[in-house]
Nanobody, 123 residues
Framework: QVQLVESGGGLVQAGGSLRLSCAAS????????MGWFRQTPGKEREFIAS????????IYADSVKGRFAISADNAKTTVYLQMNRLKPGDTAFYYC????????????????WGQGTQVTVSA
């Protein structure tokens, strides 16, 4: 089992920045990559970014490319999502997830999920 706990969400003005953290514990050695997703009420969960634990390979959704950056520590304990130039459209509940596979934009490949953290961007 892998436990994931997100933190760092909050309220920020448009154009501002936030850094989300995801603390991973348990059998993280069995996982190969981590991802961030977001969801708003009435909409499907949306892929944001993913990173490989061992090779630092990253993939991003087009909607956040150039504004967000995902990173992971070498100990497989924490994953970060640096969010810059935030827009009101980035308002959502943000989740981190762990996968046994390499970086992917499909939620089907992620076996473990955190409880999420709310990000609200005001105009």
């Amino acid at each position: 089992q892998v436990q994931l706990v997100e933190s760092g969400g909050g309220l920020v003005q448009a154009g501002g920045s936030l850094r989300l953290s995801c603390a991973a514990s348990g059998r993280t050695d069995s996982t190969a990559s981590m991802g961030w997703f977001r969801q708003t009420p009435g909409k499907e969960r949306e892929f944001i970014a993913s990173v490989g634990w061992n090779d630092d390979r990253t993939i991003y959704a087009d909607s956040v490319k150039g504004r967000f950056a995902i990173s992971a520590d070498n100990a497989k304990t924490t994953v970060y999502l640096q969010m810059n130039r935030l827009k009101p459209g980035d308002t959502a509940f943000y989740y981190c997830a762990a996968s046994f596979f390499g970086p992917s934009d499909s939620s089907d490949y992620y076996a473990y999920w955190g409880q999420g953290t709310q990000v609200t961007v005001s105009a």
